[in-house]
């Protein structure tokens, strides 16, 4: 496996004092292309989190973003979607917690709820049980609370309404994402973002 010495964008995210919308699309993008090129072969991840993403170095002018940990990651087809419920609790899809079958669309919640807490600094499912974190996020009971996100643009907002999506073939994926001019880097901003951590 290839070297990471840049550490995890958990770690990333915990120390870094101040945070803007464009570093979040900078961020963001790669995982997305990372995760497009798997789902166009057929391989589904399953555990998107800022744990399983490393920086290849500590360097910031030359760092890449990388995803990791393919320990969950299967095949599927259009015939054989995946059954097994897995994932880690605050970033799983609701229709692998309803024990449906499923496909791609499970990544693009994952990738939803990294970007969410890119922007503010928290998750935006969070539960000390996960009996009841379980049940919001199966009617995706989440929002924008003031004030930390009164500054949060609203291409940024509109990105992730479209990703904690409980219905998951209304969920954006990865084509849709990858026009967005937010996260092409149009429409967001430089403007130091409040946030909680």
Same mark, same amino acid.
């Given at each position: 496996?290839?070297?990471?010495?840049?550490?995890?964008?958990?770690?990333? #995210?915990?120390?870094?004092?101040?945070? !803007?919308?464009?570093?979040?699309?900078?961020?963001?993008?790669?995982?997305?292309?990372?995760?497009?090129?798997?789902?166009?072969?057929?391989? $589904?991840?399953?555990?998107?989190?800022?744990?399983?993403?490393?920086?290849?170095?500590?360097?910031?002018?030359?760092?890449? $973003?990388?995803?990791?940990?393919?320990?969950?990651?299967?095949? #599927?087809?259009?015939? !054989?979607?995946?059954? !097994?419920?897995?994932? !880690?609790?605050? =970033?799983?899809?609701?229709?692998?917690?309803?024990?449906?079958?499923?496909?791609?669309?499970?990544?693009?919640?994952? #990738?939803?709820?990294?970007? =969410?807490?890119?922007?503010?600094?928290?998750?935006?499912? =969070?539960?000390?049980?996960?009996?009841?974190?379980?049940?919001?996020?199966?009617?995706?009971?989440?929002?924008?609370?003031?004030?930390?996100?009164?500054?949060?643009?609203?291409?940024?907002?509109? #990105? $992730?309404?479209?990703?904690?999506?409980?219905?998951?073939?209304?969920?954006?994926?990865?084509?849709?994402?990858?026009?967005?001019?937010?996260?092409?880097?149009?429409?967001?901003?430089?403007?130091?973002?409040?946030?909680?951590?």
């Amino acid at each position: 496996m290839e070297l990471m010495t840049g550490g995890e964008l958990f770690d990333t #995210i915990m120390e870094k004092e101040s945070y !803007t919308e464009r570093e979040a699309a900078d961020t963001i993008r790669p995982i997305i292309d990372a995760i497009n090129y798997c789902h166009s072969i057929n391989i $589904i991840h399953r555990d998107i989190k800022p744990e399983n993403l490393l920086y290849s170095s500590k360097n910031p002018s030359t760092r890449m $973003i990388k995803v990791s940990d393919f320990g969950l990651a299967r095949f #599927i087809s259009s015939e !054989t979607l995946a059954t !097994t419920t897995c994932g !880690t609790p605050g =970033y799983v899809a609701p229709e692998i917690l309803e024990q449906r079958p499923y496909g791609k669309e499970c990544d693009y919640w994952s #990738i939803g709820v990294v970007l =969410y807490i890119l922007l503010c600094g928290f998750p935006p499912f =969070y539960e000390e049980d996960n009996m009841v974190l379980f049940e919001k996020i199966k009617h995706g009971k989440y929002d924008f609370p003031s004030p930390l996100w009164d500054s949060i643009s609203k291409d940024a907002k509109d #990105i $992730i309404r479209n990703l904690l999506v409980v219905d998951p073939y209304r969920r954006w994926n990865c084509e849709e994402l990858l026009r967005h001019p937010w996260i092409l880097g149009e429409t967001c901003n430089d403007k130091v973002l409040k946030r909680h951590a």
